[in-house]
C-alpha cells in the first residue's frame, strides 16, 4: 500500500459504523496503520475484512469508552507498540435524548457527557504526548452544528459538543508552536444511525452518506492541512472563523 499516510498510525473512535467507519477506511487505504475503536465487534470486524482485502492494515480495539482506565490503557499500549500517535480522530458520541433541558433524566446526562465530553478529554489526556511524538500530528474531534445553534430540546448534545469544541481550542493554543495541527469538524446531516434516531421522520436518502463526509475529513489528517484550533465545516467545505478572543 503507498499513499499520503504511509508508515503512519491512526486512532479512530467509532469506527464501527458512520462516519468513523468510512473514515477508518479511508486513512487506511492511504497507507495509516487504523488503531479502530468501539463497542461492537461485528463492525469492527466488517471494517478489518474491508481493509485487509485492499491491502490495508487494522488493529481492533473492542472497548466501551465510558471506561477511562480503558481509555488510558489504550494510550500505554499504543506508546509501547509504536511509540507516537500520527492522527487521532475523536468521532464516537451519542445525541443522548431529545427533551426540554428541565426534563432530562440525570442518568441519561451522566451517560451522555461520559462519552462525549469525559471521554473526549480523556482521548485527548493519553494521545497529546504520543501525537506530540509523531512528526506531523494531527487530531480532529467530532462536533456539531447543534454546538451553536441552540436548538429547543438539542441542550444536552449541544452543550457535549460545545464542550469538545472549547477543550479543542485550548489545546490548539497549547501546541500551536509545535508541528501537531488539531480542528473541529461539523460534519452536518449525515445518513448515519445517530441521524436517524434524532430525525426519524426524514428521508435518509436526502442526506449525504457518511463516505462522501468521510472524504472530506480526510484532509485534516494529513500534511495538507496547516490551520489548527479552528472549526471545519463539512457543508461549506472550509474552516469557519471563530470571534477573536477579547
Ligand atoms: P453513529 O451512531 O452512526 O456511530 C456512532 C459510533 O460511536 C459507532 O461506531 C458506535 O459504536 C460508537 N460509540 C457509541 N457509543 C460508544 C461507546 N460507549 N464506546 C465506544 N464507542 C461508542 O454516529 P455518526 O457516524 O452519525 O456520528 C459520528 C460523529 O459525528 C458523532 O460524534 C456525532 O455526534 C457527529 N455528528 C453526526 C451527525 C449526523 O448527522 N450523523 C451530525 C453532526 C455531528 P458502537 O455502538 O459499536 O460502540
Redesign the pocket.
Known sequence: MTGRLQGRVALV?????????QLAKLLAAEGAHVVA????VG??EDLDDEIRAAGGATTLVP????DMAGIDRLGGAIHERWGKLDALV??????GVLAPIGHIQAKVFDKTMR??VD?TWRLIRTADPLLRAAPAGRAVV?????AHSAKAYWGL?AAT?AAGEAMVKSWANETRSLPLRVNSV??????????A??MPGEDPQT?PS?AEVAASVLPLLTDETTETGRLFDVRQNRFLTYRDPD
Open positions: 473512535t467509532g469506527a464501527s459504523r458512520g462516519i468513523g467507519y475503536v468501539a463497542r461492537t463492525g469492527l472497548l466501551d469508552l465510558t475523536v468521532n464516537a458520541g451519542a445525541l462519552l462525549n471521554a467530532m462536533s456539531s452544528g447543534a448534545y459538543k461539523n460534519p452536518g446531516a449525515t445518513r448515519t444511525a445517530m441521524r434516531l434524532a442526506l457518511p
